[in-house]
């Protein structure tokens, strides 16, 4: 079974409009942590938010928040006020635990978001 | 500045070539992994090292080796490399619990 689901292959949002990227996952850990990253064509990967499992608030970063719903086990990427700059690829990816196995990331396989000017 | 240095940013080379891949990260931290990139399939744990001379199989590390001799640095080795290992590979590493920081990628071709 998938453990990191992004339904949305790809996604285009109309520049200065708010987009939402559809991320859910699947774990029985009662402890882990769920991260979103940003894949541009030159291809680094860009940390741009983290939430734990046992934070209560959403958390926030700039443009950036996570719509976290524990009990649906989601945990989508609001992307405020899009740019030009932020088309590209996006990642959603789960470590369980508090870093057994290397601190590893469990990855989606992706959205791509083209923003339109 | 702290960063995770891959080297070769790019290779192509031919079936059965022994290569090496660099990491290197200046950030003192402990944990290292390497994960491969393909369509449709977002990243792959391949092995991963929670300090010196420790390591472990990540979730596709057939064709692989690495090793940790020293902190800084994480190589990843194929030893005869295959088509199938054609693919972008990144190295991370992190303090425990933290945000992986990635390397910039390296992408293979493997004729």
């Known amino acids: 079974a998938q453990k990191i689901t992004q339904t949305q292959p790809g996604m285009f949002v109309q520049e200065k409009e708010a987009v939402t990227l559809d991320c859910t996952y699947d774990?029985?850990?009662?402890?882990?942590?769920l991260f979103w990253y940003k894949q541009p064509s030159s291809g680094e990967m860009i940390f741009l938010i983290y939430?734990?499992?046992?934070?209560?608030q959403n958390a926030t970063e700039g443009r950036y928040s996570l719509n976290f719903q524990k009990a649906r086990k989601s945990a989508n990427l609001v992307i405020s006020a899009s740019q030009l700059g932020d088309s590209a690829m996006y990642f959603c990816?789960?470590?369980?635990?508090?870093?057994?196995?290397?601190?590893?990331?469990?990855f989606g396989a992706g959205t791509i978001l083209r923003v339109k000017s | 500045e702290a960063q995770v240095t891959q080297n070769p940013r790019y290779l192509i080379t031919v079936t059965g070539k022994k290569l090496t891949v660099t990491c290197s990260q200046n950030?003192?931290?402990?944990?290292m992994s390497w994960y491969r990139q393909d369509p449709g399939l977002g990243l792959r744990q391949i092995y991963y090292?929670?300090?010196?001379?420790?390591?472990d199989k990540g979730d596709v590390p057939e064709g692989y080796k690495v090793s940790r001799k020293e902190k800084r640095n994480f190589p990843l080795i194929l030893e005869s490399p295959s088509p199938n290992q054609t693919s972008l590979y990144f190295c991370?590493?992190?303090?425990?619990?933290?945000?992986?920081?990635f390397g910039d990628g390296t992408r293979l071709s493997i004729l």
């Open positions: 090292s929670m300090n010196v001379e420790v390591t």
């Open positions: 991370a590493s992190s303090p425990s619990g933290e945000p992986q920081h």
């Open positions: 939430q734990g499992s046992y934070d209560e």
């Open positions: 950030m003192n931290h402990e944990y």
């Open positions: 774990t029985s850990d009662q402890s882990y942590g």
């Open positions: 990816a789960m470590r369980e635990g508090q870093g057994e196995y290397g601190n590893k990331l469990v």
